[in-house]
């Protein structure tokens, strides 16, 4: 089984700061990797698949990057509506897995 | 728009049967895609369960590959979780949702709102 690794485990931040997420696989996953965004009491939301690609009606300031082992999510400018936890999933390998989540809290 | 919603007892008795529904709107199941179920201890992470196509075949997580079922109806344009010998571990949210890459190891998008499942005597 892949484990994810995401760090940090919280990241305090003040709105129209750059946030950085970090997810490290333990063994490569090619590019399958997905970034999704949950507030409290709500489902998961899909923002980013395949290490790279925004999902649909996912706003430009959210990107994603890496491949293999080491992937990044990065929100460019954070909005109020941002702070949340964020997980990542991959499918390189059964069973699909996600990380532990990281969630970006306010400073 | 594809909706999906979860559906049955939010609790349930030690080793007894969990069994949780979701109905989905806005789209035909047997058009294809699979579907999934995902489920989420209060204040934790978040865990793969297994996967279904419309054809019926499925993909399970082997930690719970020896318990679990899903099913299904496409008549009805649900599919189903049953989880047996449940214990206090077993608490969760349970989600649905859609594999949105249209393979059965994908990511998931849309999902459902999520219910509690409490195992409880």
């Known amino acids: 089984e892949i484990v994810l690794t995401q760090s940090p485990a919280t990241l305090s931040l003040s709105p129209g700061e750059r946030a950085t997420l970090s997810c490290r696989a333990s063994?490569?996953?090619?590019?399958?990797l997905a970034w999704y965004q949950q507030k409290p009491g709500q489902a998961p939301r899909l923002l980013i698949y395949?290490?790279?690609n925004r999902a649909t009606g996912i706003p430009p300031r959210f990107s994603g990057s890496g491949s293999g082992t080491d992937f990044t999510l990065t929100i460019s400018s954070l909005e109020p509506e941002d702070f949340a936890v964020y997980y990542c999933?991959?499918?390189?390998?059964?069973?699909?897995?996600f990380g532990g989540g990281t969630k970006v809290e306010i400073k | 728009q594809v909706q999906l919603q979860v559906s049955g007892p939010g609790l349930v008795k030690p080793s007894e049967t969990l069994s949780l529904t979701c109905t989905v709107s806005?789209?035909?199941?047997?058009?294809?895609?699979?579907w999934g179920w995902i489920r989420q201890p209060p204040g934790k992470g978040l865990e793969w369960i297994g996967t279904?196509?419309?054809?019926?075949?499925?993909f399970y997580n082997p930690s719970l590959k020896s318990r679990v079922t899903i099913s299904v109806d496409t008549s009805k344009n649900q599919f189903s979780l049953k989880l047996t010998s449940v214990a206090a571990a077993d608490t969760a949210v349970y989600y649905c949702?859609?594999?949105?890459?249209?393979?059965?190891?994908?990511?998931?998008?849309?999902w459902g709102q999520g219910a509690l499942v409490t195992v409880s005597s």
């Open positions: 395949d290490a790279s």
């Open positions: 279904v196509y419309h054809s019926g075949s499925t």
């Open positions: 806005g789209y035909s199941i047997r058009n294809g895609y699979y």
């Open positions: 949702a859609r594999d949105g890459s249209g393979s059965a190891s994908g990511w998931f998008d849309p």
């Open positions: 063994q490569s996953v090619s590019s399958y």
């Open positions: 999933q991959q499918r390189g390998s059964w069973p699909l897995t």
